[in-house]
């Protein structure tokens, strides 16, 4: 195949504007899939992703086109909408020549339309304009195309309009990415050379590690003796193929293509996103790697038996392995036991991954309050910690000056909201520091708020005060000092280090106050009464009571001697108070989970 045939590209968009759903149209459009086999979002093939309608993880897939007479590859690289998953997206940026930017018809140009623009401008990439759901009687592309049109500085000509759902347009879409997005470029003709950007690896138990990559130098063939280099590591290529959309094995992949390389290497943490292969006989400069993942939020995840502690670091290291954001290490507390404190993406990252351990390695586990990490620094010898474990947070602080990240955000919501929009900034502690307007309607808001107030509930607020309208999109900017500190919840007198959690110094009481409240909704009645209470800076400050659940010892006694009655009461009360001193109440799973309640 010539290299002038070939077209590299990803779709790139905020959640939901439909991207699977284009995908799945050009699925069908150049008979890569049958119309009859055809399952709704075929990319989307993690069970998860199916159920919630998301994507998590990208897939690259291969077609072949005929246009004009000629014969055409098209390389696709589907892209995750959610912000958690934003780092998916720079990672696929890096392995195309340009983009479909898609924007909904009816919502008009979201944050993250915008946080995904900006990333493929930066990787100098041809951008093409398309507004989806045109079929909707809701839409209001008139409008969206003057978003379009001022975002980009383009002829709104440039602009096609297309329903996803019909395929109405999609066919013209197919012919501008040809027609714009260009080839690959070769830049030599040595035959020595062989070089490709991993952007993405699988592990089979069978096959080893299977990297994703993309040629830009040379040809690779089964038998080739290659080279990570970062990991240092040489291996043999068992085999190679592209996605169509299922692994096909083919003699080779050359420069310009995406594929696939079996690498045979059962050692699961060689392979790293953003390594360069090459020909170790004749290596070229390796590619400047992807930025590193930052975790923004912390939880620590508990096996509930101990005896589940190996199968829940393997089945970490496991989807570790598909999923290099996730980052974990082990912890111990004295009434959890052994389990791992885990780095994610935010908090939707945090759900789909715990979810993946319960469904896909059948774990029971406790999950801690999410937690950002803070920096702490103590006054006087200056030594520094850095601390994700809300438990392992000192308690008075005295000694320490603390540092918690802050972010900038970019919010996109009908001017009409604004207002609203900045009341509603004071009591998370955001400064706002720009307001743009985006079109006749429409503004952009750009705000500084602590990492810690984003994670606490901001998106969901911000959702809910606009009916839905306002987007959001953020990035860390830096360390500022934090006025917070340790809120710990005792049940029947014990901590439980698995509720403690940072918060804000100015909003202790009220935060202490609501959490018991909710644990009193959410605990199960016991024999016995429960006492919970919230502990900060060295005293109780909120407390709430179940009562025991009644169980009368006399039901069973009709008329007769009231004496009687009152021993058998009396030594039910005994029997109460004696189990209450014994008691730990071991607190049910899902009231962590209700507890998390992150919609996000
Ligand atoms: P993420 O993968 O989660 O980022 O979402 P996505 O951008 O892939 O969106 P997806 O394709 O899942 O579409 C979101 C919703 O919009 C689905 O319910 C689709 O059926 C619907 N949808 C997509 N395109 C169209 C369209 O052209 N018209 C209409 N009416 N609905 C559409």
New binding site residues.
Partial sequence: MNLKNIRNFSII?H???????LADRLLELTDTIEKRKMME?VL?SMELERER???IKMQPVRMNYHYQGEDYILNLIDT???IDFSYEVSRSLKAVEGVILLVDATKGVQAQTMSVLAMAREADLKIIPVI??I??SVARTEEVIEEIVELLNCPREDILQI????GFGVKDLLSRVIEVIPSPQVETNDPRNKRALVFDFEYSTHQGIIVYVRVFDGEIMRDDKLSFTAAGEIFKVLSVGTFKPVKTETDKLVAGEIGYLVTGIKEQSRARVGDTINNPAHPLPAFAGYTEPRPMVWAAIYPNSQNDFGALKQALERLSLSDSSLSFSEEASSSLGRGFICGFLGLLHLEIITERLKREFDLELTVTTPSISYQIIDKTTGKEATIASPHLFPDNLKQETILEPWAEANIITPTSYLEVILKMLNAHEALPMLTTTLSHSRSSLTIELPLRELMRGFFNELKSISSGYASLSYHLIGLREADVCKLEILITEEVEPALTRIVSRSRVNKDAEDLVERLKELLPRQLFVIKIQAQALGRIIASRSISAMKKDVTDYLYGGDITRKMKLREKQKKGKKKMQARASMKIPHDVFVKLLGSKE
């Fill in positions: 968009a959640i939901d504007h439909g991207k699977s759903t979002q989307d309608g998301i994507t995750p909408g959610h989806n759901k079929d909707l329903s996803a759902k019909t």
